[in-house]
Structure formats: C-alpha cells, structure tokens
Nanobody
Framework: QVQLVESGGGLVQAGDSLRLSCAAS????????MGWFRQAPGKEREFVAA????????YYADSVKGRFTISRDNAKNTVYLQMNSLKVEDTAVYYC???????????????WGQGTQVTVSS
C-alpha cells in the first residue's frame, strides 16, 4: 500500500515556474514507477510524465517535453515535477500516481494522490 500526497501547486503567471512534490508513505516506494497526470475542467485525465523506479528512465508527453522535468528521491520517498515556462493551457489539477511500471496511461497506476491545483494566468 502506498499513500501519496501532492503539494506545490498554486497560481502563477505564464512563463513562471513551479515545482510539484509528491510525498509517498510506505517502505516500498522505491519499487514503484511514478507518474504525473493532470486533468483540466471538462477534459479527461492526461499523462504528463513518468519515471522508472530507479530514476534512470523518464518519459514525457509531447506537450510538456523540454519544459517539465520529473525526478525522484527514493531516500525521501518523494517524486518531483519541475515545471518551467508555464502556459495557460497547463492549468489543471495535477496528480501523482504509483504503479508497477512506466506507462503513459492512467490505467497502469494503482495508487493516486488527491491532486494539487495549478493555475496559470496570462
């Protein structure tokens, strides 16, 4: 069992940066691949980024590639999402998730956080 708690969301202007954190409970955090997803009002939840259990492999949605960076610190049971050059269209609730392997689909993840709101104004 893994419990996930996101933090770091907020209201920023276009072009600004934010770093989201996802703190995990449980001793088996390092065994899980981790993903970030987001959901904007009226839209389906979409994949943003994922990282393997070791941190050696990362994957990004095309819409965030080059602007967002996912990383993890297994000693701190935490995964991060550094978001730079934010755009208005990045506005969404951001969720972290844990699963057995890195996949760009929400069906592949077993545990989810409650989400943190990111709002980017123009």
């Amino acid at each position: 069992q893994v419990q996930l708690v996101e933090s770091g969301g907020g209201l920023v202007q276009a072009g600004d940066s934010l770093r989201l954190s996802c703190a995990a409970s449980g001793r088996t955090f390092s065994r899980y691949a981790m993903g970030w997803f987001r959901q904007a009002p009226g839209k389906e939840r979409e994949f943003v980024a994922a990282i393997s259990w070791s941190g050696g492999n990362t994957y990004y949605a095309d819409s965030v590639k080059g602007r967002f960076t996912i990383s993890r610190d297994n000693a701190k049971n935490t995964v991060y999402l550094q978001m730079n050059s934010l755009k208005v269209e990045d506005t969404a609730v951001y969720y972290c998730a844990a699963g057995p392997k890195v996949v760009p689909s929400y069906e592949g993840y077993d545990y989810w956080g409650q989400g943190t709101q990111v709002t980017v104004s123009s």
